[in-house]
């Protein structure tokens, strides 16, 4: 697989979210001894880019990414995160805490869960209101010096948390929603920084061009759900979903909004066609071809899914594709 740099790390050009092994998603399909093969499977496919974190299970995940990991630590570069919890089990309700405490205390059990002496990646997962980035980001710092942790990002933030972030000590990493039908990131009107399903929606500020201000500051750029959960495979067309899949209440995936979506999908579709590829594989390689500083994540649970996300990293998109992809209607409804 091609390759990207990461705070002078090379590593696979297209990176595996693992959230969906723990969480989220469909409940019926997890099964920890078939992740924990894919996982394997994805280094030995040159996927050695992996995301986690705490919430993801109320740390299964983690847990779960640390299994794999056993005997071959050193093939991975890992991320998790802080600044997340679960508040409430019952509902997956999730919590903002951004105390220095906190951010101490999760890394610990962060290290612990993965069975690692370092987290290569730790992200501050959402900027809590009630507690300056300042002081948040003074304390995931001190765990660099500490040599807990290698380098610092941040996920779902505006360029003016981005920018007092990096005054204080480097952002390594910015880690967003980017996809053909979700485009805050790139600054997009109405982009709004921090939202997330299970807390409230953030900081209610602009987001402004993220992804230009990685490239402009030495940071990689990390599109989660580069596949509009799953939507953008166009293996999605109906809203029929179990009550453990939180699409199931996405405003996107509702039955008039997702069929008015498949314009989108009609798309992606047609340009696979001319390369022989598979619409997800168009639309990983449109978040590729933002910039060599951007490496996404897509999440799956079927390694047959793995393999064709892989293949992303080589598929090349023409000039004409780009414009023809940059061009897709807007999606019809919120993302949460």
């Avoid at 290569?120 to 002081?135: F, G, I, K, N, S």
Wanted: charged share 25%; net charge negative; hydrophobic share 40%.
């Amino acid at each position: 697989m091609r390759t990207r740099d990461l705070a002078g790390t090379q590593v696979g050009a297209v990176g595996l979210g693992c959230m969906g092994m723990s969480w989220a998603y469909s409940a019926s399909e997890r099964d920890d001894d078939a992740s924990v093969a894919l996982i394997r499977e994805a280094l030995d496919l040159g996927v050695t880019f992996l995301d986690t974190a705490q919430p993801y299970g109320d740390g299964h995940n983690e847990a779960l990414v640390g299994r794999a990991l056993e005997g071959r630590r050193d093939e991975a570069v890992v991320a998790t995160k802080t600044g997340l919890i679960v508040g409430d089990r019952s509902s997956w309700n999730l919590v903002r805490n951004g105390t220095p405490e906190h951010v101490k205390a999760s890394a610990e059990d962060s290290l612990r869960r993965l069975g690692t002496d370092v987290i290569d990646l730790y992200y501050l997962h959402r900027v809590d209101a009630d507690v300056p980035l300042a002081e948040t980001w003074g304390a995931m710092a001190e765990l660099v010096a500490e040599g807990k942790v290698r380098t610092l990002g941040l996920s779902e933030v505006s360029v003016r948390q981005a920018a007092e972030a990096h005054a204080i000590h480097p952002v390594a990493a910015i880690q967003s929603e980017l996809s053909l039908w979700t485009r805050d990131a790139m600054g997009a009107p109405g982009g709004v920084a921090g939202m997330a399903p299970g807390h409230t929606a953030g900081t209610g500020e602009e987001a402004g061009d993220v992804v230009g201000w990685c490239a402009a500051n030495g940071a990689v750029f990390v599109p989660f759900s580069p596949l509009g959960r799953g939507f953008l495979t166009g293996t999605v067309t109906s809203a029929d979903f179990e009550d453990t899949d939180f699409r199931g209440g996405n405003p996107r995936f509702q039955e008039d909004a997702l069929k008015a979506n498949l314009r989108i999908v009609d798309v992606v579709r047609a340009v696979a066609g001319r390369h022989g590829a598979t619409p997800a594989q168009v639309a990983i390689a449109w978040t590729l071809a933002q910039g060599e500083h951007v490496i996404p994540i897509p999440g799956t649970k079927k390694q047959r899914y793995l393999r064709d996300n892989a293949g992303a990293a080589d598929l090349d998109l023409t000039a004409t594709d780009l414009a023809e992809l940059d061009d897709v209607p807007a999606a019809v409804g919120e993302r949460y």
